[in-house]
């Protein structure tokens, strides 16, 4: 099983970055995904989860309106386009399959000036 994820990196305030997460070794449109990310001295927390066959999506009130999951099953790829980013979105971003436990390595995510 391995979830990889790309697109990081250093962004100014106000830009957009689009994260994806490509899954392999286990039936990836059978699950429901998630992303969640971890700044520095902070716990990891929830950021959106999307339905198996990507017709619900839910978010945490801080990206709401700013960020969208979306998944492309027939590629086993999840995504997140992060729009209007501020210095408090920095943080390594991680994929995971909640009913599995099934976690990706992060990918980091910079907002500064």
């Known amino acids: 099983v391995q979830l990889v994820e790309s697109g990081g990196g250093l962004v100014q305030p106000g830009g957009s970055l689009k994260l994806s997460c490509a899954a392999s070794g286990f039936t990836f449109s059978s699950y429901d995904m998630s992303w969640y990310r971890q700044a520095p001295g902070k716990e990891r927390e929830w950021v959106a989860r999307i339905s198996r066959p990507g017709d619900k999506t839910y978010y945490a009130d801080s990206v709401k309106g700013r960020f969208t999951i979306s998944r492309d099953n027939a590629k086993n790829t999840v995504y997140l386009q992060m729009n209007s980013l501020k210095p408090e979105d920095t943080a390594v971003y991680y994929c995971?399959?909640?009913?599995?436990?099934?976690w990706g390595q992060g990918t980091q995510v910079t907002v500064s000036s």
């Open positions: 995971c399959t909640p009913a599995r436990g099934f």
